[in-house]
């Protein structure tokens, strides 16, 4: 059966709420001076004796139990390790020789080596034998450098945690040697990691770093050492981490489908180990599971990889069905979302995504984008409207500037007016003010699927607010849209306000515009042919962009309406009809 299918026979389940909802944005301070030098004492720290002694202890002389992985590897990326070649996103470094903090390496692509995380392609592509003599080389190559140097690059509470559960699941291939001082030297790492962990879970960033902290502190638990008390701890720091991260409706608060997806990739890594600790996992940690999954299915098109959301591309489908497939949930297609933020409309072969909530905090996710009310729409496997995208996994793929440029509302299939942000982004990367509620409606009552949403990101510059509305038809075959500026608070301008509706279409669509100006026929190269139409405004066609899953741009085009609002606001108003 199919993701799409599998969201399909699911979705029936899901109720609709009626009636208007608001969702507000939280205090978007960021990281504190005082958080800031706290984390910089506790890093400060691991230099000092004191520290040193807080490693100490017992070592174990074998694991409790080895966890089986339960997400697939990439086998093309395993075999180029095989070959000599460490492939991450567009980067890539020689296996011999490896330094895993070289200073041709990108922090994302440094992160991804500490991490271990590559394991896994190694396993999906090489017999035991033949992984593990690799695996121990380069194992070893970390214990000379790292075993004994606590540092920043290498013992960061989040990559610990990631570590302690891929080494914990591929021990085979790490500890199949008879060399016994290879062998104690790994498993004392483990122990002394086990211990750092514990420590400083708490000091991680908020988020996905500490989440995945205190999943290595259950993982050490379970595996290692340290027993009922540390998993308890474990247990109890992963449920604060959880709560201050996560919304009730299993979306993280960064608002991110990449980091999304990775969340999905923990959490079923460590049900894994709770199997193989043979305990149950707990409900909260369970109940996570389940819910991160629905909201991540509620962010994939009808070609089962991701929409591309804050700084996000659609990555590859091979991953994102191996996390489903691996994360053992069979939970349906979240629709209705409230803090995750984005709504999923489907019929047929048809799915909308539409980011119905403000931008995330910047203390929850750096580089967050000004998209909200913003939609990508798929017909079957073929894109049709999308969002430019970002870099995805590593922000080094692509240029600063053309990062900065693909964070703003321009860059998405939304209105913007007065050639403005809906949401300021600073210089430094950080969101500033623009919209910080959002209001929200659906209805399926009478056989069609539709939203409507607002934003005040543009009332306080020009009084104006944002009301998009989006209704598909039953057979998916229809998406018609209309948006409204309407007037808000007192202020109010007397001159008319430029504004530009866009809809950046897919590299594969061919425009031919009408002779009125008020549409354009989309033909999806071997696939379908859509009719575009619109009133409120001139039809015109620009040239776009598109980040594909390995952050690389791809010339593109977008249809954009544009006009003036007069003070007391209009309406723009659209149709996508399949033609055949």
């Keep these: 059966m199919s993701l799409l299918e599998r969201i399909e026979a699911n979705s029936g389940e899901d109720e609709i709420e009626p009636g208007k909802r608001l969702i507000r944005v939280g205090d978007d301070r960021g990281v504190s001076v005082s958080e800031r030098l706290s984390q910089l004492l506790h890093r400060l720290s691991w230099r000092t004796p004191l520290h040193g002694l807080r490693l100490r202890g017992r070592f174990p002389l074998k694991l409790l139990a080895v966890p089986k992985d339960p997400i697939a590897g990439d086998k093309s990326v395993g075999e180029a390790i095989l070959a000599g070649t460490f492939v991450y996103g567009r980067e890539s470094c020689p296996v011999e020789g490896l330094h895993f903090a070289g200073p041709g390496l990108s922090p994302a692509f440094s992160d991804h080596l500490q991490s271990f995380a590559w394991l896994r392609d190694l396993a999906a592509a ?64 483990l122990a002394r990691g086990a211990r750092h962990l514990e420590k400083g879970a708490d000091r991680a960033p908020a988020g996905l770093p500490r989440i995945g902290a205190w999943a290595g502190v259950i993982a050490s638990a379970l595996v290692v050492q340290g027993g009922p008390a540390r998993l308890g701890k474990g247990e109890a720091g992963l449920a604060r981490a959880l709560a201050a991260s996560v919304h009730d409706d299993g979306g993280l608060v960064s608002r991110s489908p990449v980091e999304q997806l990775a969340f999905v990739e923990l959490m079923a890594q460590l049900r894994a180990v709770y ?19 629905a909201a991540l299915l509620a962010v994939t ?135 910080s509620q959002v209001e929200l409606s659906r209805d399926e009552t009478i056989g069609i699927s539709q939203v409507e949403a607002s934003h005040d990101g543009y009332a306080r510059r020009f009084g104006l607010l944002h009301q998009r509305r989006i209704t598909m038809s ?38 031919t515009s009408t002779a009125d100006g008020q549409g354009a026929l989309l033909r999806i190269r071997g696939g379908s042919v859509w009719q575009f139409r619109c009133r409120g405004g001139m ?29 007391d606001g209009m309406t723009i108003s659209w149709v996508l009809k399949r033609a055949r």
Aim: charged fraction near 25%; glycine fraction near 10%; include cysteine.
């Design 275 to 293: 199997i193989a600790g043979r305990r149950d996992m707990p409900d909260f940690a369970a109940d996570a599971l389940s819910g991160s999954v």
């Design 474 to 511: 039953s057979d998916g075959r229809e998406l018609a849209g209309e948006d409204k500026l309407v007037p808000e608070g007192r202020k109010r301008r007397s001159d008319p306000v430029p504004f530009a509706v866009r809809f950046h279409l897919a590299p594969a669509v061919e425009v």
């Design 539 to 567: 039809l015109g066609i620009e040239d776009s962009l598109w980040i594909d899953g390995e952050s690389r741009p791809h010339g593109s085009l977008q249809l954009v309406i544009t006009g003036e609002t007069p003070p």
């Design 301 to 435: 098109l009808a070609d089962e990889a991701l929409s591309s959301w804050q700084g996000g591309n659609m990555l590859s489908r091979r991953r994102v069905t191996a996390a489903l497939e691996g994360s053992g949930a069979r939970s349906r297609a979240l629709r209705q979302a409230r803090g995750w933020g984005y709504q999923r409309l489907h019929a047929k072969s048809s799915v909308v995504v539409f980011d119905a909530a403000p931008p995330p905090q910047s203390r929850a996710l750096t580089g967050g984008c000004a998209s909200t009310l913003a939609f990508e729409f798929s017909d079957g496997t073929d894109r049709l409207i999308v969002n430019c995208g970002g870099a995805g996994l590593d922000p080094s793929a692509l240029p600063h500037e053309l990062l900065q440029a693909l964070r703003t509302t321009a860059a998405h299939s939304t209105l913007t007016l007065g050639d403005r942000n809906s949401t300021a982004i600073h210089d430094d990367g950080t969101l500033g003010k623009g919209v």
């Design 126 to 189: 090489a017999t035991r034998e033949r992984g593990a003599r690799l695996a121990e080389t380069l194992v070893q190559a970390w214990l000379g450098a790292y075993a004994g140097q606590v540092c920043e690059r290498a013992w960061r509470a989040d990559l610990w945690g990631r570590r302690m559960l891929f080494w914990a699941a591929y021990a085979p291939y790490i500890l199949s040697s008879k060399d016994m001082i290879y062998r104690s030297a790994v498993l004392n790492t």
